[in-house]
C-alpha cells in the first residue's frame, strides 16, 4: 500500500518560515519524481515544485515561489522536503505532496499552511 504522509504544516506570521515532509512507503521512492502542490477552495490545484528521481536531483518551481521555496529530498529517508521562507498571505493552501513515475502517480493527504498576522 502506497502512502505518502506530509506533515509540518501550520499558522506562520508574514515573512516567516516552514518546512514541509513527505515521507513515502510503499513505493521505490528513489526513482519517482517528487513534487509539491497546494490549493485554495474554489481554485485548481497548483504545481509548486518538483524535483527529479535519480543523481541529477533536478528542480523546477512555479514563478511566484522563486527565490522563497526550496524542495529537496533524503532518498535514504524516503522524505521530500518544502522549505518555505519569505512566506505571504498568498502562500495559505492546502499542500500535497506527490510521487509519479510514468503512469503511475500518488497523493498525499494535504497539511494547511495559513500564513496571517
Not at 61 to 81: L, P
Not at 82 to 98: F, G, I, K, R
Amino acid at each position: 500500500q502506497v502512502q505518502l504522509v506530509e506533515s509540518g504544516g501550520g499558522l506562520v506570521q508574514p515573512g516567516g518560515s516552514l518546512r514541509l515532509s513527505c515521507v513515502a512507503s510503499g513505493i521505490s521512492f528513489s526513482l519517482y519524481v517528487m513534487g509539491w502542490y497546494r490549493q485554495v477552495p474554489g481554485k485548481q490545484r497548483e504545481l509548486v515544485a518538483t524535483v527529479t528521481s535519480g543523481f541529477a536531483y533536478n528542480t523546477n518551481y512555479v514563478d511566484s515561489v522563486k527565490g522563497r521555496f526550496t524542495i529537496s529530498r533524503d532518498n535514504a529517508k524516503n522524505t521530500v522536503y518544502l522549505q518555505m521562507n519569505s512566506l505571504t498571505p498568498e502562500d495559505t493552501a492546502v499542500y500535497y505532496c506527490h510521487a509519479l513515475r510514468g503512469g503511475n502517480h500518488y497523493w498525499g493527504q494535504g497539511t494547511q499552511v495559513t500564513v496571517s498576522s
